[in-house]
């Protein structure tokens, strides 16, 4: 079966960096497209990145451009998210995700992490 393990969460302070992983098994990872996705207390879940299964396109959420970066190493069953800057508004639980086809909205995604904390003080 699918799974999808998120790691490389914490607590981090205003302007520092954070890189998570997810490490993917039970599928054929390089026929998906995945995404990452956050959900802050009391908020919807949004969509942070996505990127295509040969990793040739992209997606970003307006609030992360410029700052993160998705990318994936499809010999290691592993997408990252490179979180730069990051910002007290940042915090979330940060979700891998995993489709065929191709998707930006959580509903075009069919399986999940159990997700990692990310927290960021001012």
């Known amino acids: 079966q699918v799974q999808l393990v998120e790691s490389g969460g914490g607590l981090v302070q205003a302007g520092d960096s954070l890189r998570l992983s997810c490490a993917a098994s039970g599928f054929t990872f390089n026929n998906y497209a995945m995404g990452w996705f956050r959900q802050a207390p009391g908020k919807e879940r949004e969509p942070v990145a996505t990127?295509?299964?040969?990793?040739?396109?992209?997606y970003y959420g307006d609030s992360v451009k410029g700052r993160f970066t998705i990318s994936r190493d499809n010999a290691k069953n592993t997408v990252y998210l490179q979180m730069n800057n990051l910002k007290p508004e940042d915090t979330a639980v940060y979700y891998c995700s995993a489709t065929t086809g191709w998707g930006t909205r959580s509903a075009d995604f069919s399986s999940w992490g159990q997700g990692t904390q990310v927290t960021v003080s001012s």
């Open positions: 990127i295509s299964w040969s990793g040739s396109t992209t």
